[in-house]
Nanobody
């Protein structure tokens, strides 16, 4: 059974850091791109970053450039999202999603989703 499980969210002060993890099971992560998305209260879900099956990353959110990075460890079936210099506007539920091969922005193009992890940035 395909499954993605996010972890690592929490409450952090502005300027702080978090590392989100996305654990994949039930399929071979090597062949899949993994995207990270976020949804803030009252807003549409937006794509943040994606890493392709070959390890290339794509940034979809200008607001996180230079602050967030994505990485993967296929041997551990894990994908990570490093969040640095966090701002209150980064507060959202962060979810990872999988699709075969390459990265694409629209969320409807992803096949499997995790349940999400809450990130709250507040003094």
């Amino acid at each position: 059974q395909y499954q993605l499980v996010e972890s690592g969210g929490g409450l952090v002060q502005p300027g702080g850091s978090l590392r989100l993890s996305c654990a994949a099971s039930g399929f071979t992560l090597d062949y899949y791109a993994i995207g990270w998305f976020r949804q803030a209260p009252g807003k549409d879900r937006e794509a943040v970053l994606c890493i392709s099956s070959s390890g290339d990353s794509t940034n979809y959110a200008d607001s996180v450039k230079g602050r967030f990075t994505i990485s993967r460890d296929n041997a551990k079936s894990m994908v990570y999202l490093q969040l640095n210099s966090l701002k209150p506007e980064d507060t959202a539920i962060y979810s990872c999603a999988a699709r075969v091969a390459g990265c694409l922005g629209p969320d409807w193009m992803y096949d499997y989703w995790g349940q999400g992890t809450q990130v709250t940035v507040s003094p």
